[in-house]
Every structure is written in structure tokens, then in C-alpha cells.
């Protein structure tokens, strides 16, 4: 008897095991970026940049050309490869740490000069990788080893709205914020990843997905937990959807 294969790995991804820790949504992400590059037959044309944080080892996992840049700095590294190799897809891999942070300068102008480039945000209102520090998209009230009593906005201020503040830029021609809080959400994560690609295939100019992640192990909750305080805290903060679209229609 001939089994049918009903499903398989996506050649957009290696075979080495991730490094993420037990229930993160990282490899998640990353199995929807890689099934969008070898669906859209992209694989040898692209070429990634790795962020500094969870997702610094990205490079090895993606299974496209890859390079690291400095802390922050992935939107300025992407510019200079697609300016360089303007027939190339080129993606950033960052973390709300990393992006909306000591990077915010660097993606907001790369936007705002309408550089063709995608830049994947994972956003899990924490530091993950050192330790579980408020990051800009903390939630107001929420525990982190540097707000132990909970992010005050006299103290701290406000959490960063990503997606709003970038939709503003003339330079940015598809800014949309998705989750991976549950299945359906997991699929219209993968339409936007493959949106945002379509964008800079067209030469439309900056394109952006927002992702909203789990951090399990800093949050101090099991993986199902995760899930859901994605969706009763996070979302309510930062709502879904289409934020900019140049192009039109969704």
C-alpha cells in the first residue's frame, strides 16, 4: 500500500533543531516565512538579516542567504544589501526588544526613505533572550524582572504602538499586525508574511508584519496560557489588522 504524503516540512527552513524555548511561537513564524519563500519559489533570490536577541540564530534556521547585523541595526544592514542587490528579496527577523528599542531609529527612517525591504517584527512585549526585561511594548501593569510591580505609566510611560506610529510614514506601503494566538490567526499571519513579500516583489516600497508571540518562560506561564493571555491582553492593546496599504484591498 502507497501512503500519500499530506504534509511536510517546508524547504524554506534547515533541518537543525530551533533553540526557542518550549511553547514560544518563534518557530511558528518561522515555518510561515520559510513556506512563503519556497511557495513563491524565492528561496535562492533572498536574502535575510538576522536581529540580535531570541531570534539571533534565525541564520540557521532559514534556509536562504543570510547575514547578522548589530543590535538594532537589521533595517540599515537591509538597506545596504538591496541597494546593493536591488533583484533580491531582502527580510529583517526582529524582536520587539531589538526593533522598538535601541532599532526604532533605524526602521523608521528605512520606512520613511520607502526602502523596498520586509521586515518581520515579532512582538512579545518582553526582553526574551536576557532575561525578561520591560521592552517599549510591554503592557501597562505587567511584571517583568526590571518592573516588578508592573510597568507604571508615571514611571515608565506608555507602551509603543509599532504598527500606528509607522502607518503615518508617505514611505511605508503595507504595515499590518497579526498574532499566533490560535489557528485561524496562524493562517491570516501567513497571508500577511506572503503580503509583505508581494509588496516589495512589486517595488511598492517599505513593507512591514507585526506578529504577536508568546514568551512563555518570561511570562511564567504554560504554553495553552501563553495562547490565550495573547489574546485577552495583548490584542485589546494592540488591535489586528491593516494599518497601511499602498496597493489596496486586503
Not at 164 to 180: K, N, Q
Not at 190 to 217: D, H, N, Y
Request: aromatic share 8%; proline share 5%; hydrophobic share 35%.
Amino acid at each position: 500500500m502507497t501512503m500519500k504524503t499530506v504534509f511536510k516540512k517546508t524547504t524554506g527552513l534547515t533541518d537543525k533543531p530551533t533553540h526557542y524555548c518550549p511553547g514560544c511561537t518563534h518557530g511558528v513564524i518561522h515555518r510561515l516565512v520559510g513556506e512563503v519563500l519556497e511557495e513563491m519559489d524565492i528561496l535562492e533570490d533572498t536574502v535575510g538579516v538576522a536581529s540580535v536577541g531570541c531570534s539571533v540564530l534565525s541564520y540557521e534556521y532559514f534556509n536562504c542567504d543570510m547575514t547578522q547585523a548589530a543590535h538594532g541595526r537589521a533595517p540599515a544592514v537591509a538597506t545596504g544589501v538591496k541597494r546593493v542587490l536591488p533583484n533580491r528579496f531582502v527580510f529583517t527577523y526582529q524582536g520587539d526588544g531589538d526593533l522598538a528599542s535601541i532599532g526604532i531609529s533605524e526602521v523608521i527612517h528605512a520606512a520613511a526613505r520607502g526602502e523596498n525591504i520586509t521586515v518581520i517584527f515579532v512582538n512579545n512585549t518582553i526582553y526574551g533572550m536576557t532575561g525578561g526585561q520591560m521592552a517599549p511594548t510591554t503592557l501597562i501593569g505587567q511584571k517583568t524582572a526590571t518592573t516588578p510591580f508592573g510597568r507604571d505609566i508615571s514611571i515608565q510611560g506608555l507602551p509603543i504602538k509599532v504598527c500606528e506610529m509607522m502607518a503615518t510614514l508617505d514611505g511605508a506601503a503595507y504595515i499590518e499586525r497579526v498574532s499566533t494566538h490560535d489557528v485561524p490567526h496562524i493562517q491570516k499571519t501567513k497571508k500577511a508574511i506572503r503580503k509583505a513579500f508581494e509588496t516589495q516583489k512589486k517595488g511598492l516600497g517599505f513593507s512591514m508584519v507585526e506578529i504577536l508571540s508568546t514568551c512563555p518562560t518570561n511570562w511564567g506561564l504554560d504554553p495553552a496560557e501563553s495562547l490565550e493571555w495573547v489574546k485577552d491582553n495583548m490584542v485589546p492593546v494592540y488591535p489586528l489588522g491593516v494599518y497601511k496599504n499602498k496597493e489596496g484591498g486586503k
